[in-house]
């Protein structure tokens, strides 16, 4: 059964910074993209990055909300993806999920975790 | 940025009854367009891919169709586990880009 499962949500103060994970299981990690999106309170869903396949040579791409202050890494050793945040700004406040991309091109979210809350105030 | 808008924002059905929604994108996406299903304080759940194409073990009330620019999303006759907040999403291009959702509330 495939599972994804986000930690490392919480409060910070804007200009802060921290370190969300995504531990999947049940598939093959390192054969797929994987994406993160975020949705704020009562709002839509609004995609955050995805990291290709190791070895792709390719970096990962970014939303311009976030592009200079967000940082998607994975560790296939540990069948995990990461981002970072800093400069966290009040509106960056939303659950951030991540998703597996089921397919490399024109793919789809085939799966998500259940998410995590980040709170970004004073 | 392809802009994802979807029609209406909000519905108010009965159970059985026969539902549209609609997702339009600002350029041609050929057929890469999934939908999502959103129930309150749950993950997306996905449904169908490149526009037509039933996820599996997604009932086949289910039904996506389109391509270009214009999409939608049938479900047949309405159950009551299908009140929830649909979503387009594009993945044609990065970055990827959802419509802002469609409300299916209980009538």
């Known amino acids: 059964e495939v599972q994804l499962v986000e930690s490392g949500g919480g409060l910070v103060q804007p200009g802060g910074s921290l370190r969300l994970s995504c531990a999947a299981s049940?598939?093959?990690?390192?054969?797929?993209?994987m994406d993160w999106v975020r949705q704020a309170p009562g709002k839509g869903l609004e995609w955050v990055g995805r990291?290709?396949?190791?070895?792709?040579?390719?970096?990962?791409e970014y939303a311009a909300s976030v592009k200079g202050r967000f940082t998607i890494s994975r560790d296939d050793s540990k069948n995990s993806v990461y981002l970072q945040m800093n400069s966290l700004k009040t509106e960056d406040t939303a659950v951030y999920y991540c998703?597996?991309?089921?397919?490399?091109?024109?793919?789809?979210?085939?799966?998500w975790g259940q998410g995590t809350l980040v709170t970004v105030s004073s | 940025d392809i802009q994802m808008t979807q029609s209406p924002s909000s519905l108010s059905a009965s159970v059985g009854d026969r539902v549209t929604i609609t997702c339009r994108a600002s350029?041609?996406?050929?057929?890469?367009l999934n939908w999502y299903q959103q129930r309150p304080g749950k993950a997306p759940k996905f449904l169908i891919y490149d526009a037509s194409s039933l996820q599996s073990g997604v009932p086949s009330r289910f039904t996506g169709s389109g391509s270009g620019t214009d999409f939608t999303l049938t479900i047949s006759s309405l159950q009551p586990e299908d009140f929830a907040t649909y979503y387009c999403q594009q993945t044609y291009s990065i970055p990827r880009t959802f419509g802002q959702g469609t409300k299916v509330e209980i009538k």
């Open positions: 998703a597996r991309d089921g397919r490399d091109y024109g793919g789809y979210f085939d799966y």
């Open positions: 049940g598939f093959i990690f390192s054969d797929h993209y």
């Open positions: 990291i290709r396949k190791t070895g792709t040579g390719h970096a990962p």
């Open positions: 350029q041609s996406i050929s057929n890469y």
